[in-house]
């Protein structure tokens, strides 16, 4: 739902800013462009990434359900430091994941913004110099591509989220396969 939003959103600014100009509006759209593809790996590296925290989760999951069932025997073995020492390692890699994860999906965002800013300042030495400048025009301009790019932006942040949560649709899926 939220795509079809920023889709929606999209279209709205677009024809706004395709009636103020043509030019910067198929700029703005072919940069858009080619920030998805020049951001690619980074969204392969997050499908990567969820694989791994999915496997992790799985893992860390079975672990601690099966020691609080053999609690007792642990307790009578005196093996509680062990077990903690694994639990521990698998927390600590489970962190390790999502903060790669976040560090990911905030690479994106990161040069989504620099991009956007250093158009706006293309955008303005163009009215400024080559056209008649009008600053009521301008702002109006600016406003939409900027809406653009928040919505690409944004785009890119849910296609993030989409790609951490499909390798537990994947798993899902797989497990109900093998139970059929």
Not at 74 to 95: G, H, P
Not at 101 to 113: E, L, P
Not at 133 to 146: G, L, P, T
Request: aromatic share 14%.
């Amino acid at each position: 739902s939220t795509l079809a939003l920023v889709a929606a959103k999209i279209v709205i600014y677009s024809v706004i800013a395709f009636k103020i100009s043509v030019v910067i509006s198929l700029l703005t759209f072919a940069l858009g462009m080619m920030s998805f593809f020049i951001f690619k790996p980074w969204f392969y590296r997050s499908k990567n990434l969820a694989k791994k925290t999915e496997a992790l989760n799985r893992l860390t999951s079975h672990y601690t359900n099966e020691n609080v069932l053999g609690m007792k025997t642990i307790k009578s073995m005196s093996v509680e430091k062990a077990i903690l020492a694994k639990a521990s390692q698998y927390f600590k890699t489970m962190k390790q994941l999502n903060i790669s994860m976040i560090v990911a999906a905030g690479t994106t965002d990161m040069f989504i913004q620099i991009i956007g800013i250093g158009f706006v300042m293309v955008i303005f030495i163009f009215f400024y110099k080559v056209l008649a400048f009008n600053f009521a025009v301008f702002a109006v301009m600016i406003y939409a591509v900027n809406q653009v790019f928040s919505q690409i932006q944004n785009a890119q942040m849910q296609l993030h989220r989409i790609i951490g949560l499909s390798s537990y649709v994947s798993s899902i899926a797989d497990f109900e396969n093998e139970a059929e």
